[in-house]
């Protein structure tokens, strides 16, 4: 803010715009932070490679099945409306098809479970004990963020799921037949309200009731929108969507803790206990009393 207080003055009218545009840049960025940083922590990789094989088989089924019967009568319905442009609302439109499958089919392989434990072990990577404790047992010992997660001792959602999600996103999938507008339109507003759910975990982790969430996710519509369109924009890729469920994910994480620093301050690990026989010894107390013990 204070930076903005000195733009010049001619530039002053352009303190709100500019506002806008940082803010949905550094939220944008959020997901593809996830990424970078889901690929340094090799310890994350288990989480991800014990359910890769059934979820890139279903994936590249669900696909291939849709891409082999669904596609080209969508492209020749769109055709006659977009012309040579439908192949990308048909493609749009098969990717949102494929999601929607994908999602419902997702929930019997306890992806939202490994969402909570990747989001979870984030936090702990970024010295929020504190927050993920009350809610879970941690083993403060193990080697990894990771190893560190105990089984949860209260509810443990990440996105919560429900009947009226799937039917949203089936009623908007009708967008895409809109000629050049639709497609946007439809990523846009799928995006947004995917975008709502990105702090759901952190919003539980602090207890908020039901009103305080809906504050909260008020203040930030504009940031949760632009997260969400990105994230959406890389569920949308075909085989990779699951990794890209737990790198968004990561994401999110990195943003709960950024945003934890701006209300406490600085965040550092949690302290390590050095036993008192190993501290330096204080030359200002008398030394300790000669023992002759021979063995």
Request: aromatic residues 14%.
């Amino acid at each position: 803010m204070e930076s903005q207080d000195r733009l010049p003055r001619p530039m002053r009218p352009l303190k709100r715009p500019i506002n806008y545009i940082s803010r949905a840049s550094t939220a944008a960025s959020y997901p593809f932070r996830g990424i970078y940083y889901f690929l340094r922590h090799p310890a994350y990789y288990p989480l991800f490679l014990s359910r890769l094989l059934p979820l890139s088989i279903i994936s590249f089924l669900v696909y291939a099945i849709l891409f082999t019967f669904a596609f080209l009568p969508q492209y020749a319905f769109l055709a006659i409306f977009h012309g040579w442009g439908a192949w990308v609302n048909a493609v749009v439109l098969v990717l949102g098809e494929g999601l929607v499958i994908i999602q419902g089919l997702f929930e019997g392989f306890f992806v939202d479970e490994c969402r909570v434990d990747v989001f979870d072990a984030t936090l702990l990577d970024k010295g929020l004990e504190s927050l993920v404790a009350p809610h879970r047992l941690l083993f403060l010992d193990a080697p990894t963020s990771v190893k560190k997660l105990g089984k949860p001792t209260s509810s443990a959602v990440y996105q919560p799921w429900s009947l009226i999600q799937i039917v949203e996103l089936i009623v908007f999938l009708p967008l895409n037949l809109i000629p050049y507008v639709g497609t946007p339109a439809f990523i846009i507003i799928t995006g947004a309200r995917l975008g709502t759910f990105a702090h759901y975990r952190w919003f539980e982790l602090r207890g908020l009731t039901k009103k305080e969430r809906k504050q909260e996710i008020k203040s930030r519509m504009w940031d949760y929108t632009w997260f969400g369109i990105i994230a959406m924009l890389l569920e949308l890729v075909p085989i990779l969507s699951f990794f890209f469920l737990l790198t968004s994910t990561t994401g999110a994480a990195l943003w709960t803790a950024k945003l934890e620093e701006k209300a406490r301050g600085p965040l550092s690990p949690a302290p390590v206990v050095v036993p008192r026989d190993a501290q330096e010894h204080d030359p200002n107390e008398p030394p300790p009393p000669y023992e002759d013990n021979p063995v």
